[in-house]
Nanobody, 117 residues
């Protein structure tokens, strides 16, 4: 059974950075593709980027270059997301996720990030 558990959320000041972690289990991490998503109150789920954990390649939505960095550690089956130069509009619940055909996104419970001074 796929299990994804996010951690590392909290309060960050505007302009600051924060790194989130995702502990993955129940599948072979080294051959998986995982993504980070977020959802702010009243807004749709947003894809922040993904990583091919087999070769380390990452992909991000156009226009977000430098805003997020996704990395991973195969030895510990952990995916990371670093948020750079945080803005108020980055306040959201952040999820680690795997996409499955006919199922859609399989997500963890998420971790809350609040950007505030």
């Amino acid at each position: 059974e796929v299990q994804l558990v996010e951690s590392g959320g909290g309060l960050v000041q505007p302009g600051g950075s924060l790194t989130l972690s995702c502990a993955a289990s129940g599948f072979t991490f080294s051959t998986s593709h995982l993504s980070w998503l977020r959802q702010a109150p009243g807004k749709e789920l947003e894809w922040l980027g993904g990583r091919n954990n087999g070769n380390g390649d990452t992909a991000y939505p156009p226009g977000t270059e430098g805003q997020f960095t996704i990395s991973g550690d195969t030895a510990t089956s952990t995916l990371y997301l670093t948020l750079h130069r945080a803005k108020l509009e980055d306040t959201a619940r952040y999820y680690c996720a795997m996409r499955r055909a006919r199922v859609g996104w399989i997500r963890g419970p998420g971790t809350q990030v609040t950007v505030s001074s």
